[in-house]
C-alpha cells in the first residue's frame, strides 16, 4: 500500500453515541453533539496502533466514568475496543464548562477585549484536555491534533448533560 493509500483509510467515516449512556439533553445539548460529529467527519485521522483495516466505524460510550470507544472497520466487524478513564480530564473538562459559561455570558454584554481574554483562556483549556486525551489515547489509537482536539469537543458534549 502507499502512504496515500493507507491516509485514505486512517480516518473515521461514522461516529454514533450509545444512548444509554447519554442523559437527558436539551435541543442545545443535542446540536452541540450534531456539530461535533459533523466535524470530526468533515476532517479526521484515526488510526488503530497495529492494525491497517480502516476506515473506521466509532462508537463512544460514557460508563463507571470511562470513555469507551468500540471500533469497527468499514464493514461494520468489530475491530477493537478501548476505554480512556475520565478521572484525568475532569479537572481540565470543569474548567473547561466554567469558561464556557462565562464566554457565553460575556459575548452578550462583555466589551471586546473581555470577550477575547476569556476566549483565549477557553481555547488554552480546550488544547490541554485534548492533549490529555491523545495521550490516554496513545499506543490504541493514533490521532492527528485536529482529530484530538474535535475529540475532545465531542466528549465534552457527551459529558455535558444538561
Known amino acids: 500500500m502507499t502512504s496515500e493509500a493507507n491516509k485514505s483509510r486512517?480516518?473515521?467515516?461514522?461516529?454514533?453515541?450509545?444512548?444509554?449512556?447519554?442523559?437527558?439533553?436539551?435541543?442545545?445539548?443535542e446540536h452541540e453533539r450534531e456539530v461535533a460529529i459533523f466535524d470530526i467527519l468533515d476532517g479526521n485521522a484515526f488510526a488503530i496502533d497495529g492494525m491497517d483495516v480502516g476506515?473506521?466505524?466509532?462508537?463512544?460510550?460514557?460508563?463507571?466514568?470511562?470513555?469507551?470507544?468500540?471500533?469497527?472497520?468499514?464493514?461494520?466487524?468489530?475491530?477493537?475496543?478501548?476505554?480512556?478513564?475520565?478521572?484525568?480530564?475532569?479537572?481540565?473538562?470543569?474548567?473547561?464548562?466554567?469558561?464556557c459559561d462565562d464566554y457565553y455570558d460575556a459575548v452578550r454584554t462583555a466589551p471586546p477585549a473581555r470577550i477575547q481574554a476569556i476566549d483565549l483562556n477557553r481555547r488554552t483549556l480546550h488544547d490541554e484536555g485534548s492533549k490529555i486525551?491523545?495521550?490516554?489515547?496513545?499506543?490504541?489509537?493514533?490521532?492527528?491534533?485536529?482529530?484530538?482536539?474535535?475529540?475532545?469537543?465531542?466528549?465534552?458534549?457527551?459529558?455535558?448533560?444538561?
Open 55 to 99: 476506515p473506521y466505524r466509532l462508537n463512544l460510550a460514557i460508563a463507571d466514568d470511562r470513555l469507551q470507544l468500540t471500533v469497527r472497520d468499514e464493514d461494520s466487524e468489530p475491530v477493537a475496543s478501548h476505554q480512556v478513564p475520565l478521572t484525568p480530564l475532569k479537572r481540565v473538562m470543569k474548567d473547561y464548562f466554567l469558561v
Open 10 to 29: 486512517d480516518r473515521l467515516v461514522e461516529i454514533t453515541l450509545d444512548q444509554r449512556s447519554l442523559g437527558p439533553a436539551s435541543a442545545n445539548i
Open 133 to 162: 486525551l491523545a495521550e490516554k489515547l496513545s499506543g490504541k489509537v493514533t490521532v492527528d491534533a485536529d482529530t484530538a482536539r474535535r475529540l475532545f469537543t465531542l466528549l465534552c458534549a457527551l459529558h455535558w448533560k444538561g
